[in-house]
């Protein structure tokens, strides 16, 4: 079946400017996290959703930062008013159901961001 | 801080041979432990894992290994592949409440020679 998969690949923006990211799970995914991997860094994470619960936004690094999931489904990061700090790959994750670490996580190939 | 590192940026092994990616944690909250690969232009994908209940478990030609006296865990791979070149991450899971975060280290990149 279908993996997760994002769009764009690949985004280049001015800084200052807003970009959105989508996500698309697996389908039947009950969870989806969003991460972020800067240059020479481990994955970050960043937001997690499960069904209707209300996400763990924890690892958002700032106010600039925020996603939505729609439906369950599809989610959307975006990132207001952009910092060159900002570039990086953000990766999404779904999984079955979530809740606990030993359910795996399926990741999609990546956006890689770069703010000029 | 960084909680779960991996202080080998890069390994060189030659097919055929074990390959050993090694990593080392501080939380000792996290009870779950897991090995993603990474192609260029590609999402890590799920290798193997391990509970913190176990020390070894082993997969086809992948064994990890756990010693919790020592926050250690390593990835054998016997024998290594020219197709198992790539970035290694190692992450937890467990840390108090919020166990579906995972953290990850750096990650290691193996390069398997023909």
């Known amino acids: 079946g279908a993996g997760v998969s994002q769009s764009p690949s690949n985004k280049v923006t001015e800084k200052g400017k807003d970009v959105e990211l989508r996500c698309d799970p697996i389908s039947g995914h009950t969870a989806l996290y969003w991460y972020r991997q800067s240059l020479g860094q481990g994955l970050e994470f960043l937001i997690y959703?499960?069904?209707?619960?209300?996400?763990?936004k924890s690892g958002l690094p700032s106010d600039r930062f925020s996603a939505e999931r729609t439906g369950g489904s599809v989610s959307t990061l975006t990132i207001q008013r952009t910092q060159q700090e900002d570039s990086a790959v953000y990766l999404c994750a779904s999984s079955f159901f979530g809740g606990v670490g030993t359910d795996t996580q399926y990741f999609g190939p990546g956006t890689r961001l770069t703010v000029l | 801080d960084q909680q779960v590192k991996q202080n080998s940026p890069s390994l060189s092994v030659q097919e055929g041979r074990i390959s050993i990616l090694n990593c080392d944690y501080t939380n000792s909250m996290f009870d779950y432990f897991l090995w993603y690969k990474k192609y260029p232009a590609e999402g890590p994908t799920f290798l193997i894992s391990i509970s913190s209940i176990k020390d070894k478990n082993e997969d086809g030609r992948f064994t990890v290994f756990l010693n919790k006296s020592a926050k250690h865990l390593s990835l054998h791979i016997v024998p290594s592949q020219p197709g198992d070149s790539a970035v290694y991450f190692c992450a937890a899971s467990g840390s108090g409440g919020s166990n579906y975060k995972l953290t990850f280290g750096k990650g290691t990149l193996l390069t398997v020679n023909p």
């Open positions: 959703f499960q069904g209707n619960s209300a996400p763990d």
